[in-house]
Each structure stands twice: as structure tokens, then as C-alpha cells.
């Protein structure tokens, strides 16, 4: 196998593994033996537990954030950007129920250097979206009230998801039409 096809391999597998147990609960040999390799290899790869939790934490929140902005991007209208920017958030959340679980845990574990990777993320998406809703508001919100707009919209994609990670698809559809509701009727009725 290949370097990039076995590093991929390595992070499904560390995924999961670190899902089930976390950070504190897993150990090198752990991921290799999941993964039938070597300690040996996995170090090749990865130099240490931390340096593979980190790449594994960077590549869910990367994938996260992309299909959290091309749900922003889309050119279908505001209700429609949060719909699909809901949806992105939930089924992310249902396809990598392990690398949610990763990045939740993460957001009040003691090691700094993963809640810091987290906080980007979030300030990232939060900003994205505060900039959206000031530049769609046509001047109605400033950029302070934008950003608790922004932050109360993410929060409550979180908590949700956070509720049912394996809900059905029925389910995440019901939660986000619901959210959907609440966001649209709460943003639509801010006043200047």
C-alpha cells in the first residue's frame, strides 16, 4: 500500500479506535493492531499518539468546515444557505459519528493543543457565518450582534446533533426543518 492510501487507512482506523475510548484510552498499539500493522509502521506515519490525534482532529474538521462553506456559498437564497448549512452539520455528524465524538470531547479535554484546534474551527465557521448575515442584512445588524447571531445558529446545530448522532434520516430531517423554523422566524424578526 501506498503512503497516502495507508495514512488514510490509518485514520479511518485511529477514528474509530479514539472514538470508542478517547484520547486518554487509546494507545500506539492499539491503533496498529486495529489497523494489522506494526508499531513500527504506524510510527513511519505518525511520531507520536498526539501528532496522529491532531492530524485526525485537522482532517474531520476540515471536511466539517467545507461542507459547512459550500452550504454558505450556495446560491439559493438565506432560508436555504441555513437549511443546507444545517443538513451539511448533520449529516457530517451521522457519516463521522466518530469524529464528532472527537471533536465534542475535545471542546472541554485537558489537552490545550486539541480544544485550541477546535476553538479555531468554530471561530472560523462563526466568523463565516457572522460576515454572511451582516453582509445579507443590508446594514440592519452591526458586526457584534452579526457574530451572537452567528454563535447562537452553530450552537444550536451542535447541541442537536450532539442529541441523536445515529438518528435516522427521517429524524435529522425533522430536527433541522425544525431548526430551520426557529433560525429563519428569530433572524427575519431582528430589529435594528
Known amino acids: 500500500m501506498r503512503a497516502p492510501e495507508r495514512r488514510a487507512q490509518l485514520l479511518d482506523v485511529a477514528r474509530r479506535v ?8 487509546v494507545s500506539m498499539e492499539d491503533v496498529a493492531k486495529e489497523a494489522g500493522i ?7 506515519h505518525f511520531s507520536s499518539k498526539k501528532e496522529l490525534y491532531l492530524a485526525l482532529l485537522d482532517e474531520d474538521l476540515a471536511e466539517l468546515h467545507e461542507k459547512v462553506r459550500e452550504a454558505l456559498d450556495s446560491p439559493t437564497g438565506n432560508r436555504e444557505r441555513i ?4 443538513q451539511a452539520y448533520f449529516e457530517f455528524v451521522h457519516e463521522q459519528a466518530e469524529g464528532f465524538r472527537l471533536m465534542m470531547q475535545e471542546t472541554v479535554g485537558a489537552e490545550r493543543d486539541f480544544r485550541e484546534r477546535v476553538g479555531q474551527f468554530r471561530f472560523d465557521t462563526v466568523s463565516e457565518v457572522a460576515d454572511l448575515i451582516q453582509r445579507e442584512s443590508a446594514g440592519r445588524l452591526d458586526r457584534e450582534r452579526a457574530e451572537i447571531v452567528a454563535l447562537a445558529l452553530v450552537g444550536m ?7 441523536d448522532p445515529a438518528a435516522s434520516e427521517r429524524h435529522r430531517h425533522a430536527a433541522v426543518d425544525t431548526l430551520v423554523q426557529l433560525a429563519w ?8
Open 18 to 25: 479514539f472514538g470508542n475510548s478517547g484520547f486518554h484510552g
Open 38 to 44: 506494526t508499531k513500527p509502521i504506524l510510527y513511519d
Open 83 to 86: 437549511r443546507r448549512s444545517f
Open 157 to 163: 446545530a451542535e447541541t442537536v446533533a450532539q442529541r
Open 185 to 192: 422566524r428569530g433572524i427575519t424578526e431582528l430589529q435594528p
